[in-house]
């Protein structure tokens, strides 16, 4: 069975960086796309990057000049730069497959502080 495991997640003061891993296993990862995404309690799950099987990438607005995606299609895994954090950019952070997706993975927490 497919399964996602995001780990990398910690506490970083404003400005600060943090770069998040996302292992895929159970299945063939280079041949799916892969996305990010985000969320704070309360509030619905939001997109932050996606990367295609062909490592195109996008970004949503809020995270765009700062955000990088990247893939490691040898280790299953993908990664998420993050520098020039905010305290908005504050959340758990989670990995999936878009075009599956698969159950959500515990996610990793992100908390940025002033």
């Known amino acids: 069975q497919a399964q996602l495991e995001e780990s990398g997640g910690g506490l970083v003061q404003t400005g600060g960086s943090l770069r998040l891993s996302c292992r895929l296993s159970g299945t063939h990862f280079g041949v799916h796309g892969m996305a990010w995404y985000r969320q704070v309690l309360g509030k619905q799950r939001e997109s932050v990057a996606n990367i295609t099987s062909g490592s195109l990438t996008d970004y949503a607005e809020f995270v765009k000049g700062r955000f990088t995606i990247s893939r490691d299609n040898l280790r299953n895994t993908v990664y998420l730069e993050m520098n020039r954090l905010e305290v908005e950019d504050t959340a758990v952070y989670y990995c999936?497959?878009?075009?599956?997706?698969?159950?959500w993975g515990q996610g990793t927490q992100v908390t940025v502080s002033t």
């Open positions: 999936n497959v878009p075009e599956l997706p698969l159950p």
